[in-house]
């Protein structure tokens, strides 16, 4: 195994056959982290906010740009910047978008139903979210939030409900147990049947739990 420190190239040859392997973490630079969170805030934006100079003074040099019209729009971008909850939202969704062309997980040709996937769970060993998709649960906003790729679920002040999301974001293989107990809690139950029959829950194919 050769490790490869941060911005050092590599280029190899290999000397008969051989297998060849690269795993590389990618930090964003700054310059696509600016790109990216400055995109945001123009969508989110609306096109009727705009900039007012109510209480401007008149001037007798037009042509100056005085400091206290600077501070005005310091403060205007301080507002949209530092807008309680913009940050975490932004980095919610953008951490959690998928890379590389991902597809959205295909949805089961049966719906699962709460009596049906209970039984399910009571026969099943393991419990696998979709591979290709990225989970983030936020506790520290407004009110907690699980992000699905680049999706934002909005989660209501329950318990077993935010237990269930940090669950499903923690791990990509989940004891069926731990989901039939927070099945006990309707709103968990309605999370738990969104996200299999969306797809991003599943049982894996050797295990029949299909009847």
Same mark, same amino acid.
Not at 122 to 150: K, M, N, Q, T, Y
Not at 157 to 162: F, R, T
Not at 164 to 186: C, G, K, S, Y
């Given at each position: 195994?050769?490790?490869?420190?941060?911005?050092?190239?590599?280029?190899?040859?290999?000397? =008969?056959?051989?297998? +060849?392997?690269?795993? *590389?973490?990618? !930090? @964003? /630079?700054?310059? $696509?982290?600016?790109?990216?969170?400055?995109?945001?805030?123009?969508?989110?934006?609306?096109?009727?906010?705009?900039?007012?100079?109510? =209480?401007?003074?008149? +001037?007798?040099?037009? *042509?100056?740009? !005085? @400091? /206290?019209?600077? $501070?005005?729009?310091?403060?205007?971008?301080?507002?949209?910047?530092?807008?309680?909850?913009?940050?975490?939202?932004?980095?919610?969704?953008?951490?959690?978008?998928?890379?590389?062309?991902?597809?959205?997980?295909?949805?089961?040709?049966?719906?699962?139903?709460?009596?049906?996937?209970?039984?399910?769970?009571g026969s099943a060993r393991s419990?696998?979210?979709?591979?290709?998709?990225?989970?983030?649960?936020?506790?520290?906003?407004?009110?907690?939030?699980?992000?699905?790729?680049?999706?934002?679920?909005?989660?209501?002040?329950?318990?077993?409900?935010?237990?269930?999301?940090?669950?499903?974001?923690?791990?990509?293989?989940?004891?069926?147990?731990?989901?039939?107990?927070?099945?006990?809690?309707?709103?968990?139950?309605?999370?738990?049947?969104?996200?299999?029959?969306?797809?991003?829950?599943?049982?894996?194919?050797?295990?029949?739990?299909?009847?």
């Amino acid at each position: 195994i050769l490790y490869l420190p941060p911005r050092l190239a590599h280029w190899g040859i290999a000397r =008969g056959e051989c297998m +060849t392997w690269s795993v *590389g973490f990618r !930090a @964003p /630079s700054d310059r $696509e982290l600016l790109d990216n969170f400055c995109n945001y805030l123009v969508e989110r934006t609306p096109e009727h906010a705009r900039y007012g100079d109510a =209480g401007l003074r008149t +001037t007798h040099h037009p *042509g100056v740009l !005085a @400091p /206290s019209a600077i $501070e005005t729009f310091r403060r205007r971008l301080d507002n949209l910047l530092n807008e309680p909850g913009v940050l975490e939202d932004f980095l919610g969704r953008w951490l959690s978008e998928p890379k590389y062309g991902h597809q959205q997980p295909e949805a089961p040709d049966r719906q699962w139903t709460d009596a049906r996937l209970r039984q399910a769970l009571g026969s099943a060993r393991s419990v696998r979210r979709e591979e290709g998709s990225r989970f983030l649960f936020v506790p520290e906003l407004f009110e907690p939030s699980l992000f699905i790729d680049g999706e934002r679920t909005r989660l209501e002040d329950s318990p077993l409900l935010v237990r269930a999301a940090a669950l499903v974001a923690d791990h990509r293989l989940i004891d069926p147990r731990q989901v039939l107990e927070l099945l006990a809690d309707e709103d968990a139950g309605h999370l738990f049947l969104r996200l299999f029959n969306s797809g991003h829950l599943y049982f894996p194919e050797e295990e029949d739990t299909t009847s």
